[in-house]
C-alpha cells in the first residue's frame, strides 16, 4: 500500500463510496422484503437521536444516554434481527423532527408501529399523543383517560417506556403537585 498525495491508501474506497454502499445494500434489502427495521441517527438539539422504523412506522426513538446499540439490540430481539442503517425510511420523521426543533411543527404526522407497547400502557400513550402543542396533563389525568383512574403509578411506567418520546409527547407530563417527573432523556432535554 502507497500513500497517495489525497492522504488515502491505494486500497481505501473514495469519500462516499462507503455510504452509497450502504444506501444501495439498504435499497435491495427492502425491495426484496428483507429490511424488517430501518434506522438512521439525527443530530437534534438534545444530543442524537436513534430513530428506527418498520414497514408499519416509526417503532423507536432513542436518546444518546439510552445507550444507541442496547436499543438496536433490544429492537432486534423484540422486533426482528434484520435491522439495518438506512435512514431514507426515516427522512419524514428526521425532516418532522428538525421542524419541531426549530418550532414549524407542532404536531407529528407520522406512523407509528406500537409493537414495543401495548394494554394500558398503550392507552395512556394514546391519551398523552393528544395533548395539544405546549399543553400538560398529569398522571393521574392521563390515568382517568386511558380508563384506570387509580392507576397513576401504571400511567408514569407507561410514559417512562414510551418508545417514541418526542413524538408522542410525554415530556409534557407532571406530577399531581406540578413538578417534574423523570424523563429518560433527563432534565436537559
Same mark, same amino acid.
Given at each position: 500500500?502507497?500513500?497517495?498525495?489525497?492522504?488515502? #491508501?491505494?486500497?481505501?474506497?473514495?469519500?462516499?463510496?462507503?455510504?452509497? #454502499?450502504?444506501?444501495?445494500?439498504?435499497?435491495?434489502?427492502?425491495?426484496?422484503?428483507?429490511?424488517?427495521?430501518?434506522?438512521?441517527?439525527?443530530?437534534?438539539?438534545?444530543?442524537?437521536?436513534?430513530?428506527?422504523?418498520?414497514?408499519?412506522?416509526?417503532?423507536?426513538?432513542?436518546?444518546?444516554?439510552?445507550?444507541?446499540?442496547?436499543?438496536?439490540?433490544? @429492537?432486534?430481539?423484540?422486533?426482528?434481527?434484520?435491522?439495518?442503517?438506512?435512514?431514507?425510511?426515516?427522512?419524514?420523521?428526521?425532516?418532522?423532527?428538525?421542524?419541531?426543533?426549530?418550532?414549524?411543527?407542532?404536531? !407529528?404526522?407520522?406512523?407509528?408501529?406500537?409493537?414495543?407497547?401495548?394494554? !394500558?400502557?398503550?392507552?395512556?400513550?394514546?391519551?398523552?399523543?393528544?395533548?395539544?402543542?405546549?399543553?400538560?396533563?398529569?398522571?393521574?389525568?392521563?390515568?382517568?383517560?386511558?380508563?384506570?383512574?387509580?392507576?397513576?403509578?401504571?400511567? %408514569?411506567?407507561?410514559?417512562?417506556?414510551?418508545?417514541?418520546? @418526542?413524538?408522542?409527547?410525554?415530556?409534557?407530563?407532571?406530577?399531581?403537585?406540578?413538578?417534574?417527573? %423523570? !424523563?429518560?432523556?433527563?432534565?436537559?432535554?
Amino acid at each position: 500500500m502507497n500513500d497517495r498525495e489525497d492522504g488515502r #491508501l491505494d486500497d481505501d474506497p473514495e469519500p462516499g463510496a462507503l455510504a452509497r #454502499l450502504r444506501g444501495g445494500l439498504a435499497d435491495r434489502a427492502a425491495a426484496a422484503g428483507l429490511l424488517d427495521v430501518a434506522y438512521a441517527t439525527v443530530d437534534s438539539p438534545v444530543g442524537a437521536l436513534l430513530l428506527c422504523a418498520t414497514p408499519a412506522g416509526l417503532v423507536r426513538v432513542a436518546y444518546d444516554g439510552e445507550g444507541h446499540d442496547r436499543v438496536l439490540e433490544r @429492537i432486534a430481539d423484540r422486533v426482528s434481527p434484520r435491522v439495518l442503517e438506512a435512514p431514507a425510511r426515516l427522512d419524514g420523521a428526521a425532516r418532522q423532527l428538525g421542524e419541531y426543533f426549530a418550532g414549524r411543527r407542532r404536531r !407529528f404526522d407520522l406512523a407509528v408501529d406500537w409493537r414495543l407497547t401495548g394494554g !394500558f400502557r398503550r392507552e395512556v400513550l394514546a391519551a398523552t399523543a393528544n395533548l395539544g402543542y405546549g399543553a400538560t396533563a398529569s398522571y393521574g389525568q392521563l390515568a382517568t383517560a386511558a380508563g384506570r383512574a387509580r392507576a397513576v403509578r401504571a400511567a %408514569g411506567t407507561a410514559l417512562a417506556t414510551n418508545p417514541v418520546p @418526542i413524538v408522542v409527547p410525554c415530556h409534557r407530563v407532571l406530577r399531581g403537585d406540578g413538578s417534574l417527573g %423523570g !424523563f429518560v432523556g433527563g432534565p436537559e432535554a
